[in-house]
């Protein structure tokens, strides 16, 4: 019996018939081959038509702003994909190069006779998908493995703020928050199948090697559960009190396992859901679903996702008429990337993303908001503020990312506030503001150089 996938969560991107050759799954969002529905449907294909399946991954000499940091963290993350494959009797293969032409080419090699990839709304990986579909001449289908309710499903257009997407989703879910069906074999492959030399493959990079991998912290599927099952043990039902608190240390912390798709998203929410219901566990559940797959929304309907065109018209202009305020401070981009202004609380902030490669999500946004306080424009300032996130976070080059840096500087998904010097009616923070909320001290402590 075949483990049909919604036919909702696939999206045929052109016109061409199947060919009578192997399916090719080109993973690049989701990388793992664990609750994955875009691998599962890549599958049900095989074995529909008999025909072999192969998964290939393109590995790209550069992306945004990653580092070695995130690379490796990648890297570590598809070995243990690799292995996983091999368990299934399915072979993973790695090819650095420009990801069109190696799917191409690899398509041409085996005689394709479709393609299957996962969805991703930025612009790089439309441009790759775009530029493939005019030199193919085979089926490719596009699957939304990284979404609960494909973004597709959820709304034609940008949506205006959670109060908007987050009917629409509560409606799906029942239909999409379905179990992932138990792994079905497919019929033997004799495939020469070689493991991945990580270190190999790196060391052909051109990579900026200063930001360096994340200490402590276990990429791949294995790591990802673990932290899940630990977060769903010791931090789920206290979630809501941690989300304010930066000391409390119980935010999940699984954005860069669910950023490289080493986890599934749908999974960590089956398991949620699973948990008694407590303010905690619904708190969080709104982040993974509603936040996540809003800020999914924007990216796939606004393509000035990291500029602030994207901002709604009432940002512009209030960041427009506070534009030559003056500024206390304004810091280069060099000196708030060594965390050295003179707010320690803010320093520290940036101390624990270039130390952990994450931040906690409450001094994300102070931190972003003070970057536009000190920089000379807020064009400056947006420019800074998804550097610095991209170079140090794991989970950098996000959709999340993209949209939480709009959302501090721009007033996206948020409504305007008092007005004020440089923020205009944008939302403000304070130093004073998170004083009131923790222990600001102990934060610094925690993350002091
Ligand atoms: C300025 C700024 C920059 C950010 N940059 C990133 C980024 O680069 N990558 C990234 O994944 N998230 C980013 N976020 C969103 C959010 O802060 C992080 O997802 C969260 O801090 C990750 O930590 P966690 O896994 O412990 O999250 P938890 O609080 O445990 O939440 C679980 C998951 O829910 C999702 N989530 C939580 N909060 C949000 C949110 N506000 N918007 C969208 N999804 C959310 C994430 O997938 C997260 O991993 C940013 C937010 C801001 C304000």
Redesign the pocket.
Known sequence: MMAAVHPDRIRRLNQAVQGAGPVVYWMSRDQRVDDNWALIHAADMARQARVPLHILFCLTGSFGEACIRQYDFMMQGLVETWARARERGLCLRIRPGHPPDVVRSFARACNAGLVVTDFDPLRIKQEWKRELLQHLDIPVHEVDAHNIVPVWRVSDKQEYAARTIRPRIQRLLAEFLEPFPVWEALPEQDIPCVEPDGEDLMAGLEVDRTVLPVAGITPGYTGGMDRMHAFMAHGLDRYDRA?RDPNANG?????PW??FGQIA?QRVVLEAVASPRTQGQQA?LE??II??EL?DNYCLHNPHYDSLEGIPAWGRATLDKHRHDVREYVYSTDALEKAATHDSLWNAAQQEMRRTG????YM??Y??KKILEWSKTPEDALAT?IRL?DRY?L??R?P??Y???L??MGGLHDRPWKERPVFGTVRFMSADGCKRKFDVHEYIGNNSP
């Open positions: 989300s935010l999940s912390r699984l954005s669910l950023h998203a969080f982040q993974i936040r996540r800020a994450i931040m906690h999500g994300r946004m931190w972003a503020a996130n976070g989970d950098g996000d999340n990312g949209v939480g840096v959302w501090s």
